[in-house]
């Protein structure tokens, strides 16, 4: 599997709802969770250190519907583990 991104969210494009975060070294780092509340057309992704319980970071979805708006959430998500990797 190649890994193109800096931080990569293993099975998010396939629509699945949890998954590894990888670098692009393939360093793991922890999992991704994507928790949908399809009544309210809204969702949230969350970052799990490995090894922790609570999420290190959580980004809204605020329109389900919106391709755009999923992929602006995911791209901050990776961002701030990016950012927290680097540190």
């Known amino acids: 599997m ?9 099975g998010f494009e396939n629509g699945i709802e949890r998954g590894d975060v990888l670098t ?31 999420p290190m970071f959580t980004e809204n979805v605020p329109v389900l519907s919106s391709g755009m708006r999923t992929g602006m959430a995911m791209s901050d998500l990776c961002r701030s583990i990016r950012d927290w990797h680097e540190a």
């Open 2 to 10: 190649e890994l193109t991104y800096p931080i990569n969210l293993i």
């Open 24 to 54: 692009r070294d393939g360093e793991y780092l922890g999992v991704w969770t994507f928790i949908k509340d399809e009544d309210n057309e809204t969702g949230v992704l969350h970052f799990f250190a490995d090894g922790e319980s609570e």
